[in-house]
């Protein structure tokens, strides 16, 4: 005896689920609005828990708890930085094993504990600890926010989804210096600040567990791609050797993103130090310090789009000189702390606004989608490892010279790395690797 044919619902009345096929799946970040709305939000608690760090931090390990060595000072970025660096490069190998969605939640469990470290921890040794943790926090999900970014929306609009991304980060670093920098006037050091993590802790976590994972964009691209996937070349040493090395493109980018997150971890040590020795109080310091994340955010959105539109070089070499530019502000202006503090912050803040988003894309330009994440790992690497680099040469050269010389060193370091990436970069995806 046949089979019966199944008979259409009727008006009016739902189809069976058997009947209901799942929505196709598309490229595109009008096709993915919600979803990369969505992550757009999870990135803004995931900037503004390390945002918690960037006034009164530095502050604390001099004020409470007495530390006269720079170095001692700032070494909770170098624990952050190189915590963060390793993350990343385990986070673009991990993809290969877990779900993105997966990794993006197991970063906001990591970070449930640092808000309250912050708050009330006993000795210096916990606020280093601490920031182990929010490294592990902030490599995990921050990476995991601009992955699933970039596999939404396909090769067209990357630059403006890694803009996006980095602006709803930043300008949530940013805000989040400035309303700490409020509260420490008001409240003291501690611990109102600091738990004002604890909502992002919150409010990042809920929204994880709510977002959708990406692989089935990733296969969809995969499947799009005019060459096959690799296979024997996608491993992470291989790629880690591309993306560092031998691919002369990134490895022009890796170099770029390593001096400019230098400058962030130097002057996330150095200016608050810097500026209240000449007189200026919490709330102008925190003034300055979310200045420069807030420009920063905010310009990555033209910024990013504008990379789409003429390339990712020329916006990476100019904003490498302009933040070279904005170190000398500083000292040459400082007779007039406030006005040296802003104008640098602005200049800082604009400078990485053109190279961050850009960077990012060109590598994303640069790797076959088959190992793309690995390179975004890898790259995310030395980019991270800038702020240990940059905390661990100001903390040497203001113990040993003084926090001028810190900032000299940084300009000179950020106009030698804007040539290199004159030199190296390229913006065709099929220029040579060597």
């Given at each position: 005896m046949g089979q019966r044919r199944a008979r259409p619902a009727r008006r009016g009345q739902p189809a069976s689920p058997s009947a209901s096929p799942s929505p196709p799946v598309r490229l595109g970040l009008r096709e993915n609005r919600w979803q990369f709305t969505l992550l757009v939000v999870v990135n803004v608690c995931v900037g503004g828990l390390v945002?918690?760090?960037?006034?009164?931090?530095?502050?604390?390990?001099?004020?409470?708890?007495?530390?006269?060595?720079?170095?001692?000072?700032?070494?909770?970025?170098?624990?952050?930085?190189?915590?963060?660096?390793?993350?990343?490069?385990?986070?673009?190998?991990?993809?290969?094993?877990?779900?993105?969605?997966?990794?993006?939640?197991?970063?906001?469990?990591?970070?449930?504990?640092?808000?309250?470290?912050?708050?009330?921890?006993?000795?210096?040794?916990?606020?280093?600890?601490?920031?182990?943790?929010?490294?592990?926090?902030?490599?995990?999900?921050?990476?995991m926010t601009v992955n699933m970014k970039i596999d939404l929306v396909g090769p067209a609009r990357r630059g403006l989804a890694t803009g996006l991304n980095e602006a709803a980060g930043y300008v949530a670093v940013g805000a989040t210096a400035l309303l700490t920098g409020y509260l420490a006037t008001v409240y003291g050091l501690r611990p109102a600040p600091e738990l004002l993590g604890a909502v992002f802790v919150a409010a990042g976590l809920g929204l994880a567990l709510i977002v959708r994972d990406t692989a089935a964009h990733v296969a969809l691209e995969l499947a799009q791609h005019p060459t096959p996937a690799p296979t024997a070349s996608a491993g992470l040493a291989t790629t880690f050797a591309r993306t560092s090395w031998r691919h002369r493109s990134l490895r022009g980018a890796s170099q770029a993103g390593l001096v400019n997150n230098l400058n962030d971890g130097l002057t996330w040590g150095v200016f608050p130090l810097l500026f209240t020795d000449h007189g200026l109080g919490l709330a102008a310091v925190g003034l300055i310090k979310g200045l420069y994340p807030l420009l920063w955010g905010l310009g990555q959105i033209p910024t990013g789009h504008l990379s789409d539109r003429i390339g990712r070089k020329p916006l990476i070499v100019t904003g490498m000189l302009v933040q070279s530019g904005g170190f000398v502000l500083a000292l040459a202006l400082l007779e007039w702390p406030l006005l040296a503090g802003i104008l640098s912050a602005i200049a800082l803040g604009v400078g990485t606004a053109l190279v961050y988003p850009a960077l990012i894309a060109s590598v994303s330009d640069h790797a076959h989608p088959g190992?793309?994440?690995?390179?975004?790992?890898?790259?995310?690497?030395?980019?991270?490892?800038?702020?240990?680099?940059?905390?661990?040469?100001?903390?040497?050269?203001?113990?040993?010279?003084?926090?001028?010389?810190?900032?000299?060193?940084?300009?000179v370091l950020t106009a030698a790395s804007g040539l290199l990436a004159a030199c190296w970069l390229s913006d065709d995806p099929r220029a040579a690797g060597t």
């Open positions: 945002g918690l760090e960037r006034t009164t931090v530095p502050l604390l390990g001099t004020e409470v708890f007495g530390l006269t060595s720079d170095l001692a000072v700032f070494s909770f970025i170098i624990a952050f930085g190189v915590t963060k660096a390793l993350t990343n490069l385990a986070a673009g190998a991990l993809t290969a094993r877990f779900r993105r969605k997966q990794l993006l939640v197991t970063g906001w469990l990591i970070g449930i504990p640092v808000p309250f470290a912050l708050a009330w921890a006993p000795s210096w040794g916990w606020i280093v600890a601490a920031n182990v943790l929010l490294g592990l926090n902030q490599g995990l999900t921050w990476s190992w793309r994440a690995n390179a975004l790992g890898v790259y995310r690497f030395w980019r991270d490892l800038g702020y240990a680099a940059g905390a661990l040469v100001a903390g040497v050269l203001a113990d040993a010279l003084g926090l001028n010389a810190t900032v000299v060193a940084a300009a």
